[in-house]
């Protein structure tokens, strides 16, 4: 008997796990994604101050960049080797969206509290778009929601540091 051409991965590989789940964040409960914002926002609390300030921004940015373009093969390894379509222990889409809403945030803790609560919020009830971009296939569905999720929260908070709401 000749084994089909596409087979079944039952486990996918150890960096798209690491990747995906955050190094294992996601495997948290309860409320992986919380557990994998609340670890972004701790982990980029300690290593902005650790960088000048002219280039708290840029790393913010790339950082994010980065887990999109990982994020979004390893997360699609991960959620096929699951057969689920959004496994809640994928995480590096809330990395991904977290990062997005502290960029170029004064590094304060009122501000890093503001963007945890505004991407969460925008991660869990989706307002349009952010719903849609979940249909999208595999990975990109995975990250990209929150991805849009995260821009809604840098949005707010700028807006809330630049009317003075927010100091």
Do not use: N
């Amino acid at each position: 008997m000749v084994a089909p051409a596409e087979s079944v991965q039952t486990r996918p590989p150890l960096w798209s796990s690491l990747v995906a789940t955050f190094f294992f964040i996601g495997r948290l409960r309860p409320g992986p994604g919380t557990w994998g914002s609340a670890a972004t926002v701790l982990l980029w609390a300690i290593a902005s101050h650790a960088l000048s300030p002219g280039l708290r921004t840029p790393v913010c940015i790339a950082l994010a960049m980065a887990a999109i373009l990982i994020g979004i093969p390893a997360a699609t390894r991960v959620a096929r080797a699951s057969a689920s379509k959004d496994p809640q222990f994928v995480v590096i889409d809330e990395v991904a969206g977290q990062l997005i809403a502290l960029i170029a945030v004064p590094l304060e803790w009122k501000t890093f509290l503001a963007g945890f609560i505004l991407f969460r919020v925008f991660d869990i009830f989706k307002p349009p778009p952010v719903r849609q971009l979940e249909k999208l296939p595999e990975g990109a569905g995975i990250v990209l929601d929150d991805v849009a999720a995260g821009f809604y929260a840098l949005g707010v908070i700028q807006l809330l540091l630049h009317t003075g709401l927010l100091s």
